[in-house]
């Protein structure tokens, strides 16, 4: 594998240079952690992982489709900006990985081919955080590992390769593994849908839809109409969750997860279980943001290791 040095005391000056040429959005912390466009290097916060996920870069909580106006329609033109996210954690490499598999309208994808991801090794893993038990990959376009007074850079791509050509080639290969204190250690749970020790987390469940919000691979949403009285306006597709009941409500009123027990568990087993049916890869990249997020502190990878005694 390629690597590059780049000395800690360049840092600075390396990524203001990007933002001379790019867009960069990198991780800050404002009320929340989140990412965001920064206009210089000491923006960034690397300390703890984001609360909010980079989903919201690609699929926005609310995002205009098209606008009409008397019968005609008006397309909206796909963002081409040429953007850079620096400071990625492994997790959140991975779940576009799941999201490309879904999201595939020209919006979502033209963002995703403008912009270079560059990710960051992750030192200091949340007590949340069980992403080693996820089987995650290798994708980024960089990825940097401190180590002493440099960053080693790992290329993996034409796109990063770019970036960084005039960069020394490293003298040795960097490669670090992220050090969880959290582990999924059963993730054989086909067979324990009706398994008695949910109901404990299902009682604390309140369908808030918290889990989903943060979590970096749920994609679900709705599609709206929002009319003007001069016949014009705009289809909208807009963020929600399959925790609240009226998201699988159909005409007449029937929702087909009535249940509060039947949505938490559809989200579990939608992570753990179908989506590694359909595409064989699992769709939860253990970054535990629905662990920390949740109001009531429901640990459902605790649960779940307490089935069949945690043996995988």
Known sequence: MVQKILQKKEFDNFINQLIKKYEVVAPIKDK????????????IYLDDNTLVPLKQLFMPE??????????KIKKIK?????????GIRKCDL???????????DPLYKSKRENTVLIGMFCDNPSEYCFCNSMELVDYY???????????YISVGSKKGEFLV???????????KEIKNTKQLKNKDIYKEY?????????????????CTIYCPTCNCFDIRDEDNLDKSGKRVRI?????????????????????????FKHFVYHKIVFYKNKFNKYMCVGCGRCLKACPPKIDWVETINQMNGGKK
């Open 32 to 43: 929340i952690t989140k990412f965001s466009k920064i206009k210089n290097s000491k923006e």
């Open 62 to 71: 609310k995002e205009v489709l098209f606008e009409f106006k008397k019968g």
């Open 78 to 86: 796909p963002d081409s900006t040429k953007r850079i996210v620096f």
């Open 94 to 104: 991975n779940s576009l990985l799941i999201l490309d598999k879904v999201m595939f």
């Open 141 to 151: 376009d960089l990825y940097f590992y401190p180590e002493g007074d440099k960053y």
């Open 165 to 175: 050509k005039g960069l020394k080639d490293a003298d040795k290969e960097v490669k």
């Open 194 to 210: 009706m398994n008695p020790l949910w109901n404990k987390d299902i009682e604390k469940c309140l369908s808030c839809g918290a």
């Open 239 to 263: 963020q929600t969750s399959c925790q609240l009941k009226s998201f699988s409500e159909v005409a007449g009123g029937k929702s087909f997860r009535d249940s509060r027990a039947s949505r």
